[in-house]
């Protein structure tokens, strides 16, 4: 033995000095992250490419599904797919979980899926048509709280489940109670917005409160919620995080074991949200924006209420234009949408742009329009859709440092900026928005076509609906007792299979 090692010796010594080498390349590397890179952003993107031959189980893939590339093709088996979720929007303007059923499930059905959506009848206005004959409606009355009735939609489920048995379940949120979701092992949940997210909301709240109010019980409250949440989720056989950090608390907090949480992030209708000159000259011409070198046009969106962080977004607009003439001259705020706040930005001057609320085709005139989207959010739920659209058209983005922002959205300064939920976070941040346009107007450009660049890649509605499908013809799979000799393995993901990216 002792022969061997000294035998050995000059080769073992070689390898120390590699090991020198490596960890002096590794310090250098660290260096130079943390110089460039700032504190906050506690994700770090990996860009390292999957190798081409190497499959993955997508079922304990730990990042994104939106990273990964999905063929075009249409689907290899179509699938009866049941969905549950509380209300189905009736206007374009909804945000949320509602705008992330109606994208995802009109992608699904226009892919060929057979669809049925059991949800609730609206009180007032009449149900939306849909040309599509594969996509099918269950409604029912809701409950006094505006819930599914569990007993008639699970009555109504088993209807359609004698006929043909659908392949694949789909809850948003607690559209279908854990109750009956308990023993279904071809079933998926997507959530938007989970308890120990909103304790971060909830402590922002507290702070931003006025003495005049009196204190919310919601902290003490939503800590209770937490464990009763993480007592009843694992009742969900899937879960859907959509973004990073609700996929990471699934797993951490919540212990749901890792081959049950699936990060897929939200996506937009790209056909929609796109660049476009013309609209931005429209827009610009319409609400007498002149386009000049020095001007800056910030862009807000969204109900004007104080969870929004409009009291935080007034007062610090309101201290700078006090304090700085030349900012006030150079900057316009353009704000869509209505709300208590929408009176108040008017009186801060001419150059603020109360818009009202706008459909969609109107808002990605808007985000065109603007040269950075803002938004001062103080309650994080999901993720946010707004500064998914402000991306995929282009635009920087500004936000709030809530960690499914930071996590997915803007991973990184050359992306846009994000602050804290304090008016003196916030004005350090729009006085650095401010002076590096000043300094190179290209500079805001550029990055709003990183942003633009990375959105196309994750943020597509079509990318979102992929990843989904993928995820259903997996899990319908898992769960089927397979006559013919082997089944497809749809939970194998390899990267070459895969060239055609579905996004374009
Ligand atoms: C229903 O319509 C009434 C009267 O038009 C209106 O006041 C109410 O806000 C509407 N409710 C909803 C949920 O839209
Ligand atoms: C749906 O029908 C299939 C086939 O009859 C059955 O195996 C399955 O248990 C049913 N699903 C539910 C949730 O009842
Ligand atoms: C689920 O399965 C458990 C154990 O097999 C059973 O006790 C329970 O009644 C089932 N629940 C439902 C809703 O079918
Ligand atoms: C406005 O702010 C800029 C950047 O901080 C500064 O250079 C300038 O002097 C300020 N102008 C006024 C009038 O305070």
Known sequence: MVKDQSSNMPSFRYFCSFLVFLSAISSVSFLYWSHYSNSFWFSQEDTTELQQNEAINLLSYPKAWNHLSFSSNPPPKLLKIAVFV?????????????????????????????LHIFTTTSLNSSFPKYSLTNLHFHLSKPTAAGYLDQAVVWKQFQNQNSTIPFDVIHTESVGLLY?????????????????????????????????????SYALTERTIRVVEEVKFFPSYAH????????????????????????????????????PDLKLRKD?????????????????MAGRLVKDKGH????????????????????????????GPWGDRYKNLGSNLLVLGPLEQSQLAMFYNGIDIFVNPTLRAQGLDHTLLEATVCGKPVMATRFASITGSVVVSHEMGYTFSPTVASLKEALYTV???????????EQKGEVARQRGLKLFTAMKMGAAYERLFLCIASQSQVDKKNGRDDYCRYLPSDNIAILDQ
């Open 283 to 299: 827009f610009r011409k319409k609400f007498g924006i002149a386009e000049s070198s020095t001007s800056l046009v910030l862009g």
């Open 434 to 444: 401010w002076g590096d346009h000043r300094k190179d107007r290209g500079a805001i």
């Open 239 to 274: 879960h859907v995080a959509t973004s990073d950090h609700a996929g990471d608390v699934l797993k951490r907090i919540y212990m749901i074991p890792d081959e049950r949480v699936h990060v897929i992030l939200n996506g937009v209708d790209n056909g929609i949200f796109k």
């Open 179 to 215: 109750t009956r979701a308990r023993n279904l092992t071809n079933l998926a949940v997507s959530w938007h917005g989970i308890a120990y997210e909103a304790i971060h909301s909830d402590i922002i709240q507290e702070l931003v409160r006025s003495p005049d109010e009196s204190r």
């Open 311 to 338: 009291p935080i977004m007034f007062e610090a607009l309101r201290q700078i234009f006090e304090e700085n003439a030349t900012f006030w001259k150079s900057v316009y705020v353009v704000v869509a949408g209505d």
């Open 86 to 114: 509380k209300k189905w929007p009736q206007r374009n303007q909804a945000g949320g979980l509602e705008r992330h059923a109606l994208t995802l499930h009109l992608v699904l059905a226009k892919r060929g899926h057979e």
